[in-house]
């Protein structure tokens, strides 16, 4: 169990420096809200280790610090629901047994741009918003499949360490 806890600490610290990392890369591309996603990393290679519950548990944990720490409150507002969106999402594609690493993370990509957009179409309370979706989409699914690479890659690599 002690064990456990110091890996999942570790995946915690990790997710934390990639929020960092990330939150000082400027990107801009004209669309508020994309960015590259790297604490979502993470989450994918919990995945696939067969760890939904500490995947989720992480996912959250990060977000909330994350936002706490580098952001504000509509930060994690918009983040968690981008992120449940996503996970579930991942789950699925990942149960189906369907999509491969990339195509989980691309699936994880778009649809926690679709939990913001409809976060954002809430609290700004116009549809108008969602005019940002194809964009959203394209960006997620980029990011998706970049980070999906290097989460197999990374997947690799951990399931020969621990043979």
């Given amino acids: 169990m002690t064990k456990k806890i110091a890996q999942l ?19 801009s591309f004209g669309i508020p809200g994309i960015k590259l996603g790297l604490p979502n990393l993470i989450v994918v290679i919990l995945l696939y280790r067969n760890n939904t519950k500490e995947a989720l548990l992480i996912n959250i944990l990060r977000i909330v610090l994350s936002g706490f720490l580098f952001s504000n409150l509509y930060t994690i507002l918009y983040a968690l629901a981008g992120a449940l969106f996503s996970f579930i999402a991942m ?27 409809i976060v954002a179409m809430i609290v700004v ?38 043979n």
């Avoid at 149960?95 to 691309?106: E, K, L, P, T």
């Avoid at 918003?129 to 990374?154: N, R």
């Fill in 9 to 27: 600490g570790l995946f915690l610290a990790l997710a934390l420096i990639l929020a960092y990392v990330e939150f000082l890369i400027p990107l």
């Fill in 91 to 117: 789950m699925i594609g990942r149960r189906m047994r369907c999509f491969s690493v990339i195509g989980v993370s691309v699936l994880g990509g778009v649809f926690h741009n679709i939990g913001q957009i």
């Fill in 125 to 162: 309370n116009t549809v108008y918003v969602g005019y940002y979706v194809p964009f959203l989409i394209v960006a997620g699914t980029v990011t998706g499949a970049l980070l999906g690479f290097v989460a197999m890659e990374l997947i690799l690599y951990l399931n020969r360490d621990t």
